[in-house]
C-alpha cells in the first residue's frame, strides 16, 4: 500500500458547491476539505452566504449544486444528523427550561460523549450554581454558555459555529478557543464565522472563502 492510499479521507469534503435563493446565487461554486483534527475560519463579506453554508452542513437547507462527501462517501443528510451540530444566532434553548433541563434534552436526541455528562459539562462551561436557574433569567452571555455546554454533551464530530463569540467577554472568548483546540485535539473538526479578530489556540486556522 503507497503512502497516499493509506491516508484517510478527509472527514468532510465539497467540490463545486452551490446555493440558490429564488434562482439568485448566494454562494459558489466553492471547493474545500477538512480533516479531523482541523479548524476552519469560514470568511467573507455580509451576505456571502456564511450562515447558509453552515446550515447547509447541518442538514437544515438542501444543496443545490455540486458534490458533498463525509468521509469519502456521498453526503446524506439524514444519514449524519447526529456527527454535525449547530450553533447559531439562536441558540435552540428553551427558555422556560434550566440549563439543566435544556441538556437532558439535548442529551435525550443526540446521547452523550465518552466520559461527559450535565453535571460535568456544566461545571466545565462555568455555570456552577446556575444548573437550575430558568434560561429566560440568565443573562446573554450565561445563554451562551449553556449553548456551549450543549457542544461538549453531545458526541459530534463536526461543530458549525455560527459567530459563537458574540455577547461574551475575554474569559468566554478564550473559553471558545479551549472548547476548539480540545475538540480538534481529540479527532473533532470545526467550521466557524466571526466578524471580529480570532485567535485560536495551537495556532492559526484554515480559511475558507465565501464569494458569489
Given at each position: 500500500?503507497?503512502?497516499h492510499?493509506?491516508?484517510?479521507?478527509?472527514?468532510?469534503?465539497?467540490?463545486?458547491?452551490?446555493?440558490?435563493?429564488?434562482?439568485?446565487p448566494?454562494?459558489?461554486?466553492?471547493?474545500f476539505?477538512?480533516?479531523a483534527?482541523?479548524?476552519?475560519?469560514?470568511?467573507g463579506?455580509?451576505g456571502?452566504?456564511?450562515?447558509?453554508?453552515?446550515?447547509?452542513?447541518?442538514?437544515?437547507?438542501?444543496?443545490?449544486?455540486?458534490d458533498l462527501?463525509?468521509?469519502?462517501?456521498?453526503?446524506?443528510r439524514?444519514?449524519?444528523?447526529?456527527?454535525?451540530?449547530?450553533?447559531?444566532?439562536?441558540?435552540?434553548?428553551?427558555?422556560?427550561?434550566?440549563?439543566?433541563?435544556?441538556?437532558?434534552?439535548?442529551?435525550?436526541l443526540?446521547?452523550?460523549r465518552?466520559?461527559?455528562?450535565v453535571?460535568?459539562?456544566?461545571?466545565?462551561?462555568?455555570?456552577s450554581?446556575?444548573?437550575?436557574?430558568p434560561?429566560?433569567?440568565l443573562?446573554?452571555?450565561?445563554k451562551?454558555?449553556?449553548a456551549?455546554a450543549?457542544?461538549?454533551?453531545?458526541?459530534?464530530?463536526?461543530?458549525?459555529?455560527?459567530e459563537?463569540?458574540?455577547?461574551?467577554?475575554?474569559i468566554?472568548?478564550?473559553?471558545?478557543?479551549?472548547?476548539?483546540?480540545?475538540?480538534?485535539?481529540?479527532?473533532?473538526?470545526?467550521?466557524?464565522?466571526?466578524h471580529g479578530?480570532?485567535?485560536?489556540?495551537g495556532?492559526?486556522?484554515?480559511?475558507?472563502?465565501?464569494?458569489a
Amino acid at each position: 500500500m503507497t503512502a497516499h492510499a493509506s491516508q484517510p479521507p478527509f472527514l468532510i469534503e465539497a467540490r463545486g458547491l452551490s446555493f440558490y435563493r429564488q434562482d439568485e446565487p448566494v454562494f459558489g461554486p466553492i471547493d474545500f476539505a477538512l480533516k479531523a483534527g482541523e479548524i476552519a475560519l469560514v470568511e467573507g463579506d455580509n451576505g456571502s452566504g456564511k450562515t447558509t453554508l453552515l446550515r447547509i452542513l447541518a442538514g437544515l437547507l438542501h444543496v443545490d449544486e455540486g458534490d458533498l462527501r463525509w468521509r469519502g462517501t456521498t453526503w446524506r443528510r439524514d444519514d449524519h444528523l447526529g456527527d454535525t451540530i449547530f450553533l447559531g444566532h439562536h441558540l435552540g434553548l428553551k427558555s422556560d427550561l434550566s440549563a439543566r433541563e435544556n441538556l437532558a434534552v439535548a442529551a435525550g436526541l443526540y446521547g452523550t460523549r465518552e466520559g461527559m455528562d450535565v453535571e460535568t459539562v456544566l461545571a466545565r462551561i462555568g455555570l456552577s450554581g446556575y444548573e437550575d436557574e430558568p434560561v429566560r433569567r440568565l443573562s446573554a452571555g450565561q445563554k451562551k454558555r449553556v449553548a456551549l455546554a450543549r457542544l461538549l454533551l453531545t458526541p459530534a464530530t463536526l461543530w458549525l459555529l455560527d459567530e459563537p463569540y458574540a455577547n461574551l467577554d475575554r474569559i468566554g472568548i478564550d473559553l471558545v478557543n479551549r472548547l476548539l483546540a480540545d475538540h480538534a485535539a481529540t479527532g473533532g473538526a470545526a467550521l466557524v464565522t466571526s466578524h471580529g479578530a480570532v485567535s485560536f489556540l495551537g495556532g492559526e486556522p484554515r480559511r475558507i472563502r465565501m464569494h458569489a
